[in-house]
């Protein structure tokens, strides 16, 4: 009877041990390694980029002023990609 819990504690133990090891290997994103680039705050405003619709904070986007009107983009590719579609 002894043998019988040592070997069910042994098998249970084995079994939580592979259970956490999955658990931290499937659980990171497919694209590698975390974000790094800076998140919004909650209390940021947001703006959207008329170009690829992304939402980003205020602070963190590239403000350009065309015709009268301040745009926000979220890259320079963005930016000149407005700019072509005006011209």
């Known amino acids: 009877m002894a043998r019988f819990l040592l ?3 042994l098998i249970i133990g084995v079994n939580y041990l592979m259970g956490s090891f999955r658990r931290r290997i499937f659980s990171r994103p497919a694209g590698g390694p975390a974000r790094t680039e800076p ?3 909650p209390g940021d405003e947001l703006v ?3 170009v690829c619709l992304t939402y980003l ?3 963190n986007a590239l403000a350009v002023r065309t015709a009268g009107a301040t745009r926000h983009f979220c890259s320079p ?3 000149d ?3 072509k579609k005006r011209a």
């Open 48 to 50: 959207q980029d008329p």
């Open 81 to 83: 990609a407005f700019k």
């Open 77 to 79: 590719e963005c930016a």
């Open 57 to 59: 904070s205020k602070e």
């Open 39 to 41: 998140r919004a705050d």
């Open 7 to 9: 070997v069910l504690f």
